[in-house]
Structure formats: C-alpha cells, structure tokens
C-alpha cells in the first residue's frame, strides 16, 4: 500500500525551496519511474503480489493512475490496484469519479463505517445504506482504518478487547476487503483462531480469503531527488523495515487470498 501523502506540496518544495529541477515533469512521473526503472514493478509482477497505490487526494491517485499505466509495459496487470482514502462518507461525485477512472477501492475510517455515539462510546449502528451503496452501485472494494489495540480506540461494547473488535469485523461486515492494523502480529493471531474455529464449527468461512501482509510504504519524497539519492532514500526505507520487522510497523491485511504463514 504505498501512499502518496499531499504530492503536489511535495512537488512545490522540490522546486521552489530545494531548487530541484523536475525538467516540467509532476511528482507522479517521478514516483512512476522509479518504481519502473528501479525494478519492482518488474519483481511485483513475477510475483503476483498486488500494489494498492493509495491517497486521500481523489485527483491525485487519478492522476498518478493514468501516469503510472502510459509508463508500465504491463499495465492492464491485475498487480495494480488504486484506493482514495477518506476520514468521511464520501460524495456522489467522488464515487461517480472512481467509477469513470476505474478506481475500484475505497478506504474509509473505520467509524464512518460502525457508527459510535461520541459522548457514551458505545456503538449505535452500522452503516449499512452507505455499504450497499459501495457494493452494490458501484462494486467497489472497501477497505477499512486502522485496527488498533489500546483502549482509547475501542468502543465500551468490545470491552477493553480489541479481539472483541476483530470478531464483530467479521462476523458482521463480511463486505471488507482489507484492514489496515498497527499491530499486524496481534490480527493475524485472531485471524487464525477465528477462522480456524470457524471452520470446525462449520462456519461459512469461504466469504472471508486473507492473504499476504503488505507493509505501507509511506512516501515521504519531500527530501529525496531523482535516481541515486532517491533510489538511496526507499532502498534505506526498505532495510529498515526488514532490519526492525519484529518492531511495530503499520501493515495490513487483505481479503482476497489465503493467509501466508
């Protein structure tokens, strides 16, 4: 899930206050040809692993989405996926404009979604008007921000438990494609003893299909330039999260193929 986080300001400050020269190209086509020219699109691909490119900014991941496809040589590969992200129920218009661009996920906060009474904490109800609408005007897939076990994020009616949370997730938003977690080891020991408790209790298990943890790889490229110094910046990124994999690192969970030991 790389994430492009406020990109044309990114690229106001490497021209105007860095002085760097993007010879008339935009921050998309710098992040689009290194991803290409550096060899991960090429090892992505191979592999089958997908890329959910990512950003709160609708015009930006559309933007980057028409870029990033004119560049790659494969791009009518199912690897790429693009999310707009949004902290709110998102417009007619913004879901129209995903649909006419072909931006098939949605990642929304999770209590845009399970909505709680903000003086009581407790749960009030799921939004089920704005799931049917997701899935079933526009098919699109939800993904859903950010699973967290301390107690301040948890509605009183998971009492203190955030495997209480996990279960109501599943037991009662089958729709979810996707969670984003902050503590990745924690849902993936709930995802295997809900599941394979559902399965010997012969639960409908087969709604639910987890695969592969993928890191967020947030693109901080404010203080990078082009070729070595930014190849530098992602490939020390990179390292670091191999390095520290055992330190908390936000990842997620997605639905759509079996989990991976």
């Known amino acids: 899930y790389p994430e492009f986080k406020d990109p044309d300001d990114f690229h106001r400050v490497m021209v105007n206050e860095m ?6 190209q935009s921050f998309y086509h710098i992040v689009a040809d290194f991803f290409i020219e550096s060899g991960f699109a090429e090892k992505f691909e191979e592999a089958g692993l997908p890329v959910y490119w990512q950003s709160f900014d609708l015009d930006a991941i559309i933007s980057f989405k028409r870029i990033f496809e004119a560049k790659n040589k494969n791009p009518s590969s199912n690897v ?9 129920e998102p417009t007619n218009d913004q879901l129209n ?14 209590n ?22 997701i899935k079933n005007d526009y098919n699109f897939n939800i993904h859903v921000y950010t699973m967290r076990n301390e107690n301040q994020y948890l509605l009183f009616d998971y009492e203190a438990d955030h495997t209480i949370e996990y279960k109501f997730w599943f037991d009662n938003l089958p729709e979810v494609s996707g969670y984003f977690t902050d503590y990745p080891r924690s849902m993936k020991n709930v995802v295997n003893s809900y599941f394979s408790e559902s399965s010997a209790n012969g639960i409908g298990v087969v709604r639910f299909h987890f695969h592969t943890i993928f890191v967020v790889l947030l693109l901080f490229l404010f203080t990078t330039v082009r070729n070595n110094y930014l190849s530098t910046c992602i490939g020390n990124r990179l390292g670091s999260l191999h390095r520290y994999k055992h330190r908390q690192t936000k990842l997620s969970i997605s639905l759509s193929k079996p989990l991976r030991a």
């Open 19 to 24: 002085g760097i020269d993007l010879e008339n």
């Open 80 to 88: 790429y996926q693009y999310v707009f992200l949004s902290s709110k």
């Open 97 to 110: 404009s995903m649909a006419e661009n072909k931006i098939t996920n949605l990642g929304l906060n999770k």
């Open 112 to 133: 845009v979604l399970v909505i709680e009474n903000s003086e009581t904490n407790h749960l009030v109800n799921i939004n089920r008007n704005l799931i049917n609408k």
